[in-house]
């Protein structure tokens, strides 16, 4: 076993001899083994546990469990006691997650202040098999095929390798002690039908179950490294950021495969189905559409698929009659008044008359509703409708200001003056702006 | 259940509407339901009905049952008898794999007559989440936990979208009439496990496991054709061939993942295991290791790998003291006597003393043991050694003949003569050969 455990370390590059590694150690059989293999190999190494006080005075014995067997392979000792029930109840999630959270994060906190390598935890094959299946009953792409790798995010699984019978034999050979653990949630539910239903009835098709789902779940791993690499690949050629809108060029996905798109999409919250939903309108060429996740909203223009963050939030300034400079999340606006008559023409300035505009002026986003009168026009007209005239795409929009003197908009800022506030002849100040986009 | 049919068999383009489709028709619920579906959309079909003769009478009345549907829907019918039992005994296979080979011949030999587009199976969703159980259980990479595909190798499988439940609902609701199989060979045992056992536990633990397979074939079929496009990248770019040889730079394929590798030496007969062996030896530059599949070997030279075919058959010829040319499976010989004293020196060319050749002169591989004279040398040697020392390479090996005279070996063909055979002072004609390679 401690061969085997070494090889795998080596072969799957887990970590360095000198590396100083945390252990999860829950006190069940895979953590003891785990513990005394680390042990064994003589590496660097301390004990985590996280006493999540679920299971009341057998939560306790856990602890002390561990706390003697840090002891006796004479290794740091690191526990915590979690309010757990408590913290769900708050963060109104499962306690189930809730564990996984102050776990993490305590964790977290640990590698940080004592500058730990990695942490390591006792997964092993059993567990991999049993992810697999669960993954692929719920719904799964390979990266849910090739289950937990033996090294990802800062967590390492040397025992990755082994069967838990294996592992078994190894601590009774060894004399080991552990504890065993009477939870049962629903996670572990789900686990026990996997287990218990499921996996004996692979082992009568397949008495070898074991190692060949060790070279399944290896190709897997390498095909999912195959989906990256072309991922990235299309990435680095067809994909562009400004600020925080991301251009994906159409060429460089049409008539490929969902799953590549789903890949370059999914960093903003959309799924596959939202993947194969684009490739329909793009095969359709029905652009203008637009595609939502949690957080970002996807528009098809064009040439270009366009993400861009949701409800993009803008503060409202406020400047007073002298302010030389005002800026929110998306401009910055530079202010002089001159009194000569040179009017700025650019489409990121402005020149309005002074005297028209009621200070303080308000710097805000558009809104629904908003109206204004275009330069030179007589009549007033949506900011919406003038948008749409004006082709402004979606995800600009979300940003559009509007500079506002009591409760009228004097400019669009970027686009259009309110011809109300325009320079007259007889204009005695004029009210110069520039504005910098802040992306 | 007629528009989801159209409209998979038009997403999935299996075929066009004026298309000439040959039905594979059992007489179960499936093919009998895949046959009214393609009756009610108006389909080009003809039937054909295999009857494997192993359920005596049961056979033949499925062949009537399947006549008299036929017949219903105004259908082409085609039926043969199989004698399946002897088939499997004289071939020495498993009446499955007999009854596989029997049916796909027939429909071949089918296609070829009547010109249709395409066989169509009954092949549904059900099925194919247990094929894929099955690979899982077994041993898989990517293709086979895509499973099935709508379209692959001259069969479609219209109603593979469609869940056996589906299925039948749909049968009842037409008032179709099936026949029941009642076959239990192995693989309807194992099928049988995955059906009974396990996707009903699958079933508990997601409700919708239909739907969310439907997803993850497709993510896998698509996960498949990347990999399969990063192949052919590979392949076009670091593969060669010359004659029966494959010529790999290791570049194209070091440092990439193994199934990568696997891809490009499958269709030599290696497998996965294979790859990663060789992984292993590349990474540990062990040049001039070899692998063998049952039909090809692959050596590891320098900076290429060789996939050539194992023993290269070469047929032993005869020549008669005035043949002008003749050839085996890889070189041709032309054959001139000479009276002037001009000797060939080139590699492929060889000048003989004729009065010492004893004919018929005998062209063959050369063979282990085999000795010879080098030219020039006094001692003799084992012609292996010769080509140890020559660095011929091992995919080259297998295609060294000799050329014999009266048991001694006078020419290894296209590298060096006997020296007893040489031509002297006082040689009086000259036996002057050029070698061609056929490849």
């Given at each position: ?5 070494l ?8 970590f360095e ?9 829950s ?10 293999l ?28 561990v ?22 109840a ?64 800062g967590?390492?699984?040397p025992?990755?390798?082994a069967s ?8 009774h ?11 049962n ?39 999912e ?9 299309i ?36 799924n596959y ?6 490739y ?48 929110n ?6 202010i ?15 020149s ?11 710097l805000r ?10 330069l ?6 949506k ?9 402004i ?5 979300e940003?559009v ?18 011809d ?20």
């Open positions: 076993m401690l061969k085997a455990f090889d795998f370390i080596n072969l799957q590059k887990l001899p000198q590396d100083k590694i945390l252990l999860a150690v006190g069940g059989v895979d953590s003891v083994a785990l513990t005394v680390f042990k064994e190999a003589g590496f660097n190494f301390a004990i985590a546990h996280c006493n999540f006080q679920l299971r009341g005075e057998e939560s306790d014995t856990d602890e002390a469990f706390k003697a067997l840090a002891e006796s392979v004479g290794a740091q000792f690191f526990v915590r006691c979690f309010d757990t029930k408590n913290y769900a708050v963060a109104n999630i499962s306690t189930q997650m809730a564990a996984r959270e102050l776990r993490y994060d305590w964790f977290s906190e640990l590698i940080a202040r004592h500058s730990f390598t990695a942490i390591a935890t006792a997964h092993h094959l059993d567990d991999n098999i049993e992810t697999v299946l669960f993954n692929l009953a719920k719904g799964t792409g390979i990266a849910g095929l090739r289950g937990m790798l033996p090294k990802n995010n967590i390492i699984r025992l990755l390798f838990k019978s294996q592992i078994v034999d190894f601590a050979a060894e004399g080991l002690q552990w504890r065993e653990d009477s939870s949630d629903s996670v572990k539910y789900t686990r026990n039908l996997i287990r218990h239903k499921i996996v004996p009835v692979l082992k009568e098709i397949n008495p070898s179950l074991d190692d060949t789902f060790r070279q399944t779940l290896e190709k897997m791993k390498e095909t490294a195959v989906l990256r690499y072309r991922v990235a690949e990435e680095g050629k067809y994909i562009s950021k400004k600020g925080s809108d991301i251009f994906i060029a159409i060429e460089g996905v049409v008539d490929r495969e969902a799953v590549l798109l789903e890949e370059l999409i999914k960093p903003y919250g959309f189905s939202q993947a194969q939903e684009l329909s309108m793009l095969r359709h060429r029905s652009s203008g559409k637009i595609l939502e996740s949690d957080r970002y909203k996807l528009n098809v223009d064009r040439e270009i698929l366009i993400v861009s963050p949701m409800g993009q939030v803008i503060t409202e300034q406020l400047l007073a009659h002298d302010a030389s400079k005002v800026s999340e998306v401009v910055q606006l530079v002089e008044v001159a009194t000569d008559k040179r009017i700025l023409t650019g489409k990121n300035e402005a309005l008359d002074y005297d028209r505009l009621r200070f303080p002026l308000k986003k558009w809104r629904q509703g908003d109206t204004f009168r275009p030179g026009m007589k009549g007033k007209k900011i919406s409708d003038f948008m749409i005239d004006e082709k795409p979606l995800n600009l929009k940003r200001c509007v500079l506002e003197s009591d409760g009228e908009v004097a400019w669009i800022v970027g686009y259009r003056i309110d109300r506030f325009k320079v007259r002849p007889d204009s005695k100040r004029i009210y110069n702006i520039v504005m910098h986009r802040n992306d």
